[in-house]
């Protein structure tokens, strides 16, 4: 039950970084944001998006849980 939790909330947060993603290019492209900030911010939500991906496929992978009980 537990990692299907950990599943749909890494499902969810790959989504939305996704889309704040496609709102700081439009925030670009508009003018609304200056280069950096936009840089910054797309490179952090893609790497959010980059890893919460990782997450959903195998929610054990970075479960910390399941590197205390290998021990």
Known sequence: MFN???AFTSLMLVIASVMFFLVVI?????????EGSGILAMAGLLLSAI??????AEPAWLDPIS???SR
Not at 51 to 56: A, G, L, P, T
């Open 4 to 6: 299907r939790v950990v």
């Open 26 to 34: 439009w925030g670009l492209m508009s003018g609304k944001i200056d």
């Open 51 to 56: 890893v919460f991906s990782f997450r959903y």
């Open 67 to 69: 590197i205390v009980k």
